[in-house]
């Protein structure tokens, strides 16, 4: 099943077309509040009341055009005026190529720059996300190069690929923040862990490491992107084994995703920030959430019914 959902999220064809169903749209909603960025900034000022922080996310990657691109950066250097103004502790997150790394690196570079230097100016972490193992090294080289100038700024890690373990103590050695993930795309046996066991296994190690590098007085921002109840309560334990305060270390989920467990982890006083995506180009986003975490699939099935029902 994970390996059909992460094919449809390639498909151009499932891009265009799975849009338009309506089943599909009712049930993407569970997951993002709406398609702009106004309807993201509803759902991320009803967080605060709740203990909760924010990320915001716009949906988009491998921008294909240098205008495209240099629009994303500007909404995203737009966005973060907002809610400074607004005064939201929400932090944006964003794919380099949505800022045109694929056509060329030192504008995406720039692209960046202008993002981060507004983010610091703001108060405000810049998070970089990761996309496909052919991204890693350039994404590591971008974020290494932007920390040399603007210190808050972190990078997403992803679990499941046998490298990993190299590139976070790389982060760590230089101090950036490391959001750690299970990891989402479709990935070939050489490159990434196949059985999820394995790739648990290998979160929680990567996770240990993180609060011991804490711990031992590292400076690195700890995240842990994961909705695993046990992995979380696994990492909670080794924290508290460790001495490592629990403003020392956060958690990220995403947004309409175990909001029983971010709310009893607020309760705990944990630290949690929601991912709140938004956007149009939400189908490879969404077939990668079904992928990642099959139980969703429940919500698709469920509006099929329900909207049958309406019918």
């Known amino acids: 099943m994970r390996a ?15 849009v338009r169903a309506g089943f599909v749209r009712r049930a993407v909603s569970t997951f993002m509040p709406g398609e702009t960025f106004d309807e993201m900034l509803v759902a991320a000022r009803a967080l605060p009341a709740q203990g909760l922080a ?28 907002r809610i400074r103004f607004l005064g939201l502790a929400c932090e944006p997150s964003v794919k380099p190529t949505q800022l ?11 692209h960046l720059q202008a993002i ?80 999820k066991s394995d790739v ?6 990567l996770g240990r490491t993180m609060l011991d590098d804490r711990a031992r007085g590292g400076g690195s921002r700890i995240v842990f992107g994961t909705h695993d109840t046990k992995i ?11 001495r490592v305060p629990a403003g020392d270390y956060e958690f990220h989920m995403l947004y309409g995703i175990q909001r029983g467990e971010q709310a009893r982890l607020a309760a705990a006083r944990e630290h949690v920030r929601v991912l709140i995506a938004y956007g149009t180009y939400w189908f490879p986003w969404y077939m990668r959430r079904l992928a990642e975490r099959p139980a969703n699939v429940w919500f698709v099935v469920k509006s099929v019914f329900d909207g049958g029902r309406r019918r």
């Not at 979380?232 to 460790?242: E, G, V, Y």
């Open 100 to 110: 045109g790394l694929d056509i060329d690196r030192a504008s995406a570079r720039v």
């Open 232 to 242: 979380i309560d696994h990492l909670i334990r080794h924290a508290r084994a460790t």
């Open 200 to 205: 648990d296994a290998n979160y929680i190690g």
């Open 116 to 195: 981060a230097a507004q983010a610091q100016a703001a108060g405000r972490y810049l998070w970089i996300d990761m996309e496909q193992s052919s991204y890693v090294d350039v994404t590591l080289d971008l974020t290494e190069e932007l920390r040399a100038t603007y210190p808050g700024v972190g990078v997403c890690l992803q679990a499941y690929l046998h490298r990993t373990r190299a590139d976070l103590v790389r982060m760590l050695r230089i101090g950036a923040g490391v959001r750690l993930v299970k990891g989402a795309y479709l990935e070939p046996p050489a490159v990434a862990l196949a059985q």
């Open 54 to 81: 924010s990320v915001f996310t716009r949906l988009g990657e491998n921008v294909a055009d240098l205008a495209e691109a240099q629009a994303v950066a500007d909404h995203y250097v737009d966005g973060i005026k």
């Open 4 to 18: 059909l959902f992460l094919a449809a999220s390639n498909s151009k064809w499932l891009r265009e077309h799975g």
